[in-house]
């Protein structure tokens, strides 16, 4: 068993109404292995973007701990929370968040610009993305002239293209066509095999978890871990049986 890159224990988030105060994030516990695909599966609105925001420095959760690269995220100053962040996580928008004035090159290499490379060979590695990706002939061209699917290929090789320990993706496949979204689905999975990187991906979409290594079930800001999925017991029945059993 590869020993996990992220570690949550007992994470809790508070969030406050006119009636009071509400857990969006209850006792979540759970790992990821380093080299491995791991789902965190629910509907809209079941904290999987709150959860997210935690475990990758984003947003201090109101209790519990976050190990990321052996070292605790919450228990760091602001700066090297925010350094450990840049060096360690590729993080994929459900809205893409690329620059819009930047062309796609710049965007894929501005990770490289602000110092996260951390030995990468920086123009084998563009290469390399731009080639398995099909980029080449999108390079010099701006945001605003790419379909959705294309937007979300450049900002899945800007997050791989420094290695980042892990990388976190937020429903990145919401807004694109089913097609461009089994194409997203297929680079993360050639990530994991081909490369050794690590994927932590939050989505409501059974198509997308069924990629995975492992998939826990998150339903009312809680891990239902009994549903818990992991290995070849990833498969869309599988899948469906958990959600079905969830009443999901």
Request: glycine content about 10%; overall charge negative; proline content about 5%.
């Amino acid at each position: 068993m590869a020993e996990p890159i992220l570690a949550a224990s007992e994470l809790y988030k508070f969030f406050g109404t006119a009636q009071g105060r509400f857990a969006v994030v209850r006792e979540v516990s759970f790992s990821v292995p380093a080299g491995k695909l791991v789902t965190i599966m629910g509907p809209s609105g079941s904290g999987k973007s709150t959860l997210l925001h935690m475990v990758s420095g984003l947003e201090p959760p109101a209790g519990g701990t976050v190990s990321l690269a052996g070292q605790d995220l919450w228990g760091l100053s602001e700066k090297r929370r925010t350094l450990l962040r840049r060096d360690t996580v590729g993080f994929v928008f459900q809205f893409y968040n690329l620059i819009p004035n930047l062309t796609v090159s710049e965007n894929i290499r501005l990770p490289l610009l602000i110092g996260a490379a951390g030995g990468v060979d920086e123009s084998g590695e563009f290469e390399r993305l731009v080639e398995a990706f099909d980029l080449a002939d999108k390079l010099p061209q701006y945001p605003h002239q790419l379909s959705g699917g294309e937007m979300q290929r450049v900002s899945i090789a800007r997050a791989l293209i420094a290695r980042p320990a892990i990388v976190m993706a937020d429903e990145p496949t919401g807004n694109i066509s089913t097609s461009a979204g089994e194409e997203v689905m297929r680079l993360f999975r050639q990530a994991c095999d081909e490369q050794g990187q690590t994927i932590l991906l939050v989505t409501h979409n059974p198509r997308d978890a069924a990629f995975s290594d492992e998939v826990h079930f998150l339903r009312d800001g809680e891990l239902h871990e009994e549903q818990r999925l992991a290995g070849d017991q990833v498969t869309h029945d599988g899948i469906a049986h958990s959600l079905t059993t969830l009443g999901i």
